[in-house]
């Protein structure tokens, strides 16, 4: 089951980093993307994965929030 989960968090997330170019909301669902490869790594018992997919959700997060202002 957990290999399941980490097989569909993690496909999502690269389907969202390669449709990122379409709008903002593809970066805030990379984020997301990132966050639940994050929790995968934890669950997993990779923490050193758990903790770089934990900073990249950080940094879609703050990628999102700079495309956000930069369209209002």
Same mark, same amino acid.
């Given at each position: 089951?957990?290999?399941?989960?980490?097989?569909?968090?993690?496909?999502?997330?690269?389907?969202?980093?390669?449709?990122?170019?379409? $709008?903002?909301?593809? *970066?805030? &669902?990379?984020?997301?993307?990132? @966050? #639940?490869?994050?929790?995968?790594?934890?669950?997993?018992?990779?923490?050193?994965?758990?903790?770089?997919? $934990?900073?990249?959700? *950080?940094? &879609?997060?703050?990628?999102?929030? @700079? #495309?956000?202002?930069?369209?209002?």
């Amino acid at each position: 089951m957990l290999t399941l989960y980490g097989v569909t968090v993690l496909t999502f997330m690269m389907l969202m980093y390669a449709l990122e170019q379409r $709008g903002p909301h593809f *970066v805030a &669902a990379f984020a997301c993307g990132c @966050a #639940l490869s994050s929790s995968y790594g934890f669950l997993a018992g990779t923490w050193p994965f758990g903790i770089v997919e $934990g900073i990249w959700s *950080v940094i &879609a997060i703050q990628r999102y929030r @700079a #495309l956000r202002r930069q369209s209002a």
